[in-house]
């Protein structure tokens, strides 16, 4: 089994900062894209970024500029700088990643259980 824990979700004031991350754990052979996804309180969940195993990043247009994915590969943890937050960043943020367990293995997709992230003054 994999585990995805997310942590440095918080309240923060518009035009702020936070780091989210995301630490995979358990039966980890390698892992391939891993990507950060939000919802916001009565919206559908959307994809916010995704970085591939070698660090090519892709980027919803509304967070381009502002969010920045990275990833450490020999933590298995992958991050998300988010700058300049705006009040309709609010959203629980999800880690999700395609994982193999063992080599020859077949990719599976985990998710986190998330992280609340609040914009407000």
């Known amino acids: 089994q994999v585990q995805l824990v997310e942590s440095g979700g918080g309240l923060v004031q518009p035009g702020g900062s936070l780091r989210l991350s995301c630490a995979a754990s358990?039966?980890?052979?390698?892992?391939?894209?891993m990507r950060w996804f939000r919802r916001a309180p009565g919206k559908e969940r959307e994809l916010v970024a995704a970085?591939?195993?070698?660090?090519?990043?892709n980027y919803a247009d509304s967070m381009k500029g502002r969010f920045i994915a990275s990833r450490d590969n020999a933590k298995n943890t992958v991050y998300l700088q988010m700058l300049s937050l705006k009040p309709e960043d609010t959203a629980v943020y999800y880690c999700?990643?395609?994982?193999?367990?063992?080599?020859?293995?077949?990719?599976?997709?985990?998710w986190g259980q998330g992280t609340q992230v609040t914009v407000s003054s």
């Open positions: 358990g039966s980890i052979f390698s892992i391939n894209t």
């Open positions: 970085i591939s195993s070698v660090g090519s990043t």
């Open positions: 999700n990643a395609d994982v193999r367990a063992f080599y020859s293995g077949p990719y599976l997709n985990y």
